[in-house]
């Protein structure tokens, strides 16, 4: 909230945070960064994952961020504090897995980070549902003196595209659709469907997922190619992020390449947004692909 006495919010992991204005440089993890841009905020810097490249940002995760308008801070140990500090934030914005810790800042740089710079981190947890997520990056974002009118017009959106997902989802419910990460041609990583909220929200809405069976992982479980084949998906949801192996990676794997043979592929960003333009996005593509699914695929 802002007013006569300042700003404040309290974010996902029930810390206050507290300026005497309404922060106007603000500082985000690349993800939170491309929402606020969604609401109409331009941050004035965003940095990476430990997992990203850190002199490039990783545009799968960017949504419509004008990477080359907004500059990248790097990551992990690429990432420095002083620097980000001499940029002169009001306000650091990123999100949380566990709701204790803030997502990625490495040791060290996180501490002297959030020492200096009020700083907000929003729950992107397993479990979590879409609609709390969306409902608390939006709270932000008007905190931070967002525009009605953007997040109108994009809840809107999102709800035709949740109208069109429905009817695509009813339509073909023998369709399987199966999220997952390449991790080499040998690996995969399955997401555990509920673990994701998009997914999550996919479920909600009809569409019919397939998951791997319990066992360790939180989000997601480590098997061969040839489990994700046995899972019999017509849609695959695969990671674009460029932690996730390329396709020219895989080449050498039968498994997948039975996989591909058999499967309609569909881009995932498994650190979407958390806007409501960008789910609206996600849902009509995976409505496209339900929508382009024949009749008598499903249960192959």
Request: hydrophobic share 45%; net charge negative.
């Amino acid at each position: 909230m802002s007013g006569a006495t300042g700003w404040e919010f309290v974010d996902d992991r029930g810390q206050r945070a507290t300026a005497e204005r309404r922060p106007e440089r603000i500082v985000a993890y690349i993800q939170a960064a491309a929402a606020l841009w969604d609401f109409g905020l331009g941050p004035a810097g965003h940095f990476g994952s430990l997992h990203d490249d850190g002199g490039t940002p990783d545009a799968a995760k960017a949504g419509d961020l004008p990477l080359d308008r907004i500059r990248y801070f790097g990551s992990g140990a690429q990432l420095s504090a002083d620097e980000v500090l001499a940029a002169e934030p009001d306000l650091l914005v990123t999100v949380t897995y566990d709701g204790e810790n803030v997502y990625g800042l490495p040791p060290g740089t996180v501490d002297k980070l959030t020492a200096a710079v009020p700083t907000v981190a929003l729950g992107v947890s397993p479990g979590r549902e879409l609609g709390d997520v969306l409902e608390r990056f939006t709270a932000l974002a008007r905190s931070l003196g967002a525009p009605d009118d953007a997040g109108r017009q994009h809840t809107a959106r999102l709800g035709h595209a949740v109208e069109r997902l429905r009817a695509a989802a009813a339509a073909r419910p023998a369709i399987r659709v199966l999220a997952l990460s390449a991790a080499g041609p040998d690996t995969a990583y399955l997401a555990r469907p509920d673990a994701w909220p998009d997914l999550r929200a996919l479920a909600r809405h009809g569409v019919r997922l397939a998951g791997p069976p319990e066992g360790p992982g939180v989000n997601w479980a480590t098997t061969g190619w040839q489990e994700a084949v046995a899972l019999a998906p017509d849609i695959v949801l695969t990671d674009v992020r460029s932690n996730a192996a390329p396709p020219r990676d895989l080449a050498g794997s039968d498994a997948w390449t039975a996989l591909r043979d058999t499967a309609a592929f569909l881009p995932w960003n498994p650190e979407i947004p958390g806007s409501a333009l960008a789910h609206a996005r996600f849902f009509d593509g995976v409505a496209e692909a339900l929508e382009r699914a024949p009749q008598d695929t499903g249960g192959r």
